[in-house]
């Protein structure tokens, strides 16, 4: 061993161990590995991608809609797995719209795979209206524009991954709407639903939840489908 004199003023010392050295770079290592992995731009395109395809079927186009998007499943096997929506594809023989219907899809799939809340797309496209009119869906539903319906389908889908939270009645509710429903077929003399709706014929769109099920009950506009009432 070799002996080193020191000329100056100790100010501090360490003792260096090699051993607790590595011991401690490789704990980190550990660390880094088992943290789970979040969606990130970095994160490569699997081979292998979980998707589900929803057709919208609208009065403005001729051909149906055919939106199908693809989900990467995050740390798979552990307590931190987790479903994200990767990409996203809007096919039709319609060609009248392929511009924005592209540039939509990129658009989409980009903020997916920037990682973060992806969520805010839902609101975003749902915000849409065409100013030559919006259209019912079958079962009364109001849709304000082609891209509104996009969005519909994306809360659909993010909403089965668990993303999003579902708007599910409770039994409650759905006994309340049940009553309301049974009181104003007694007022029309026991008149029929619409076929296929659920709804009396000439019930209005409601501002909730944009379904055609708003009827007057005692001089009151009420919601047969979610409730809401302008009385309270």
Request: net charge negative; glycine share 10%; charged share 25%.
């Amino acid at each position: 061993m070799t002996t080193v004199k020191i000329d100056q003023r100790i100010k501090g010392f360490k003792v260096v161990d090699p051993t607790l050295e590595r011991s401690t770079a490789s704990a980190a290592a550990e660390e880094l590995a088992a943290a789970p992995v979040q969606m990130n731009e970095a994160l490569e395109r699997p081979e292998t991608l979980i998707g589900a395809t929803y057709k919208i079927k609208s009065p403005l186009f001729e051909h149906a809609l055919y939106v199908t998007v693809n989900d990467v499943v995050l740390n798979a096997g552990t307590p931190h797995e987790q479903r994200r929506p990767f990409e996203i594809f809007i096919n039709s023989k319609n060609m009248d719209h392929f511009q924005w219907i592209v540039a939509l899809t990129r658009i989409m799939s980009a903020v997916f795979r920037k990682g973060g809340d992806c969520t805010f797309l839902v609101e975003e496209l749902k915000a849409v209206f065409d100013p030559r009119g919006g259209y019912l869906k079958k079962g009364g539903i109001y849709m304000p524009s082609i891209v509104a319906e996009i969005g519909a389908v994306l809360e659909r889908h993010l909403i089965t991954i668990g993303l999003l939270e579902g708007h599910a009645l409770d039994e409650d509710q759905k006994r309340y709407l049940a009553e309301k429903r049974a009181a104003y077929e007694a007022a029309q003399g026991g008149s029929t639903l619409e076929p296929g709706d659920g709804f009396p014929p000439g019930a209005q769109v409601c501002g909730k939840c944009s379904t055609q099920a708003v009827v007057q009950m005692d001089g009151c506009a009420t919601c047969l489908n979610c409730g809401y009432s302008k009385c309270g």
